[in-house]
């Protein structure tokens, strides 16, 4: 089992940049997808951006052209660069690893507030 921990949430003004990173325990070369989702305040948890084992990605419209996933399986990391950031994508950020199972990070924030 992969254990997935996030990092480089914070506050940032509105129109801002943030980079997450997503550190796993073991390698994820195998991984169907890799995947950073979002919960906000009252919300579902919501699909922001995907990358399959052939290299596609996949963003939702709200964030298409503003964020960027990438992998780097030597790093076994996992990462989100968020630029013109907007108050409503406020939420923990989770990290997600799918293989045989489907594995979480614990989060985290991203405020996003003048």
């Known amino acids: 089992q992969v254990q997935l921990v996030e990092s480089g949430g914070g506050l940032v003004e509105p129109g801002g940049s943030l980079r997450l990173s997503c550190a796993a325990s073991?390698?994820?070369?195998?991984?169907?997808?890799v995947a950073w989702y979002r919960q906000a305040p009252g919300k579902q948890r919501e699909s922001v951006a995907s990358?399959?084992?052939?290299?596609?990605?996949h963003y939702i419209d709200s964030v298409e052209g503003r964020f960027t996933i990438s992998r780097d399986i030597a790093k076994k990391s996992v990462y989100l660069q968020m630029s013109r950031l907007q108050p409503e994508d406020t939420a923990v950020y989770y990290c997600?690893?799918?293989?045989?199972?489907?594995?979480w990070g614990r989060g985290t924030q991203v405020t996003v507030s003048s």
């Open positions: 073991r390698s994820i070369f195998s991984a169907k997808t």
């Open positions: 997600n690893v799918v293989t045989l199972k489907s594995m």
């Open positions: 990358i399959f084992r052939d290299g596609t990605t």
